[in-house]
């Protein structure tokens, strides 16, 4: 599957405001809001609809209405920080969650966490910003497979060219959005540019 990269100018400017290191986290907060609404309109381009007879206060149409709920699927913690628009925007969301942490040394993801609702007959979207290695996404890919998703997307905020070549080779069926594709890794599996730590800036740790 593609990647698909942002492109709106309002992305441009709230990337730059998150890379910037002098961001304090209440408005590192507000820009992960404004950056995964966009996303999320962007991972939901292409959502089913269906046929809905309405009255207007002046004649019966036939209107369309979203067919099928969303699940979101927050990657611990950093993901949650992209969870609320789609909660504010989306009339049937349900969440679920998956707890993975990278090891300081090796940068392999260990899962603490997991509790997720019915995902049968829901588009699911996988949420965290930080693709790095991919070792993350690929694992909560393979978690919420296996708990029943069909109709899967992922989104994060700044992808790294390893993380997607992982996920394309784990999952290739699964669509991936970004909000910018950044250049590499450094030796400690952090992205180039880059923002930093998300969880640590999200939440002041
Ligand atoms: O692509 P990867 O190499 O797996 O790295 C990306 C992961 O690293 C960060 O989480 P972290 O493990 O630091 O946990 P946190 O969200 O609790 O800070 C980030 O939010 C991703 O989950
Ligand atoms: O650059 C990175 C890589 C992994 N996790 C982060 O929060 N930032
Ligand atoms: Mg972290």
Same mark, same amino acid.
């Given at each position: ?46 959502? @089913? ?7 207007? +206060? !002046? ?5 369309? &209405?979203?067919?099928?709920? %969303? =699940? ?36 392999? @993801? ?7 609702? +019915? !995902? ?5 979207? &996988?949420?965290?910003?930080? %693709? =790095? ?58 992205? %180039? ?13």
């Amino acid at each position: 599957m593609p990647l698909h990269v942002l492109h709106h100018p309002l992305g441009t400017h709230v990337l730059t405001h998150l890379r910037d290191k002098t961001t304090k986290p209440a408005l590192f907060r507000t820009l992960s809001y404004q950056i995964s609404l966009l996303l999320a309109l962007e991972a939901t381009r292409d959502l @089913a609809t269906e046929e809905k007879k309405i009255e207007t +206060p !002046l004649e019966p149409i036939t209107g369309r &209405v979203l067919a099928r709920p %969303l =699940a979101v699927v927050p990657i611990l913690r950093a993901g949650l920080g992209m969870v609320q628009p789609f909660l504010d925007t989306f009339p049937d969301v349900s969440v679920g969650y998956v707890g993975l942490e990278r090891d300081h040394t090796t940068a392999i @993801a260990r899962s603490y966490y997991c509790k997720l609702p +019915p !995902l049968d007959g829901k588009r699911v979207i &996988v949420v965290d910003p930080m %693709l =790095a290695t991919g070792g993350s996404a690929a694992q909560a890919l393979d978690v919420v497979k296996a708990a029943g998703a069909k109709e899967i997307v992922f989104v994060c905020i700044v992808a790294a060219p390893e993380g997607v070549a992982t996920v394309e080779k784990s999952h290739p069926e699964i669509p991936i959005h970004a909000g910018v594709l950044d250049r590499q890794l450094n030796s400690k599996k952090y992205i %180039l540019p880059g923002l930093g730590d998300f969880g640590d800036r999200l939440y002041g740790t």
